[in-house]
């Protein structure tokens, strides 16, 4: 899927590429692992929150999914893959409860 966010004038803000997928990394539709494969965000809105509002739009269509995983492969090409639970997610846009 790809999350196009934009300011009130139709300027885009922000995109991000991101689908479901299996343990192995296959494309399932019910999947409980987000892949983020690309995020691309204007200068002018970097540091501003724009990543929360990325999980909150996918916590919001995949609520089933426990992890989410992204690599940063371009800009850090020696880093692994980092792997994120869906408590961290939900910590990071204010919704993870206290247990």
């Keep these: 899927m790809i999350e196009i966010l ?3 004038k ?4 922000a995109v ?5 997928v299996d343990s192995n990394g296959n494309f ?4 409980e692992f987000v892949w983020i494969s690309e995020v691309e ?3 002018q809105y970097r540091n501003n ?7 909150r739009i996918i916590m919001t269509k995949a609520p089933q999914a426990k992890f989410g995983y992204f690599w940063r492969q371009k800009k850090y090409p020696n880093r692994k ?4 639970h869906k408590y961290q997610w939900l910590k990071l846009i204010g919704e993870a409860k206290n247990e």
């Design 81 to 84: 893959i980092k792997i994120y």
């Design 10 to 13: 139709e300027n885009i803000k």
């Design 41 to 43: 965000i204007s200068s």
């Design 28 to 31: 399932k539709q019910n999947g």
């Design 49 to 55: 929150g724009i990543l929360k509002v990325f999980a």
């Design 6 to 8: 934009k300011d009130n």
């Design 16 to 20: 991000c590429e991101w689908q479901l």
